[in-house]
């Protein structure tokens, strides 16, 4: 038993499959976002060597910075998104629960971004300070919509916080989706998730152009490559967690497989075709946004889902 | 370190510094990223921070001023880290060659790996240059 979860965690859903699957779609991140200003874009092994080359980078510390802070934030980030991808992965894949609810799975994303602050604070630099200072109003903004959105599949499964009772009340009665508030708190999720993983409308902590990378700013090195994997193993979890809440999982026998496949790469679709017309809105735009249209729809997602629509 | 070379050559990430151009080199140095060139095929990418980067463009002649941020920007660098010059001035001084304010010799201030020629190089000439130093980190 005990060997088996380390290999859940390790292996299949957690560590190296995740890393390896965040590598690869983040090549087809750069490939299609290179593709819509006609470039040729990256080859296929791109982030791989980025990640390798990384690695063997001398790691740089800042004379002023707290080091211990600067050293663990990417790490400890790697394992929360590790932990998020063995959660997630083993209910989409086996059916088990790994132990947590979506309460769990909540904390464990707000972690990353506390800990994207805590690296950007602790380096003193004055624009990785702002990145930091960004990633808190960004956290208050999209963090409401996103609980709110999270309600929406408990309170249609009849009231479950367990990952596995919601993908099995969804196998017996339907995904959500097919509802209008599943269609309403999907839409919304997507959002959420676009800014949870600071692309492009919502990439006022990363600003590459304004800020220069922000918070990772003063890394280089192998906490640098961490940083890198992390963005690129969000990928993963974020699309497999709205397929586990709202498109009713997988089943991975026959044509299984194919809408395994449809379903996941449709949403990164969509979030790179996002990321890819939409300038970077400023942090009060999106403040407004989320707090003054997205949050009301959701509580109207909600108030449907209580309604039983 | 054959295998590391090999994966540093197809990612070579490079931060862009003036010290004390005419600025034509540095609008050409842009040129290397539009859809015409497009270096991110050889896995090229301009970045924003010296801590990211594996190579350091650095055009025009190094006057006094400029010459002591060039060096500390250098320090700055994660190592491997290599240096390409571009343009003509900092290999011969162009016209500002007896200037009186201008570092005579610039390998003092930073070693420089590499010289592109030209006034500004065209970037042809500049992506010539990146293959150049991939095949040495190739081997």
Known sequence: MKLEYLFFIFIFPGILFTSILGLIIGWVDRKVSARFTFRVGPPFLQNFNDFFKLLGKEATLIKNSIHSLFIAAPFVAFGTLSLLATMIGVTLFYGIGFGGDIFVIMYLMMIYSVMIVLGGASTGNIYSSIGAGREVKLLIGDELVFILVCLVPIIKSGYQLNLESIINFQASNGAFIGSASGILAFLLSIICIQAKMTMQPFDIPEAETEIVEGPLMEYSGPPLAFWKLNHFMMYVIFPFFLILIFLGGFNLTGLGILWFILKYVGIVVVMIIIKNTNPRIRTDTALNFFWKYASPIGLLAIILAILGV | ?139
Not at chain 2, 30 to 39: M, R
Not at chain 2, 100 to 106: A, K, Q
Not at chain 2, 107 to 116: G, H, K, L, Q, T
Request: proline share 8%; net charge positive; with cysteine.
């Open chain 2, 1 to 139: 370190m054959g295998w590391y070379n090999k994966r540093l050559a197809k990612s070579l990430w490079v931060f862009h510094i003036s010290g004390s151009p005419c600025n034509n080199c540095d609008i050409e140095i842009l040129d290397l990223i539009t859809p015409k060139y497009d270096v991110e095929r050889l896995g090229i990418k301009l970045v924003g921070s010296i801590r990211h980067a594996d190579v350091l463009l650095v055009t025009g002649v190094f006057n006094e001023k400029v010459a002591p941020k060039i060096k500390k920007i250098y320090e700055q660098a994660p190592k491997p880290i290599f240096v390409v010059a571009i343009g003509s001035c900092p290999s011969s001084g162009t016209v500002f060659k007896n200037s009186y304010n201008i570092v005579e010799n610039r390998e003092s201030v930073i070693p420089i790996d590499m010289y592109i020629p030209g006034c500004p190089p065209k970037p042809e000439a500049m992506i010539e240059g990146v293959a150049k130093l991939m095949e040495k980190l190739n081997g």
